[in-house]
């Protein structure tokens, strides 16, 4: 059997824009409980902390 890792290959065309991470700046709060997040402050939009994101999840997974 051969293996086959073309799958893999990135599609020609444009790639996406960077998005920024944490490590460029200082960490955004999150909305709900004011603990830092994985994201920058320079994020738009509402950012929740990992724990926050977790549980948000949950409720809409459950929400039907």
């Known amino acids: 059997m051969t293996e086959d890792t073309s799958y893999c290959a990135p599609a020609d065309g444009p790639t996406p824009p960077a998005t920024p ?11 709900l409980c004011q603990e830092p997040t994985e994201y920058p402050e320079s994020t738009k939009g509402i950012v929740l902390c990992p724990v926050c994101e977790w549980q948000e999840a949950q409720r809409t997974a459950c929400s039907g």
Do not use: E, K
Not at 21 to 31: H, L, R
């Open 21 to 31: 991470t944490a490590a460029d700046g200082p960490f955004a709060a999150c909305v």
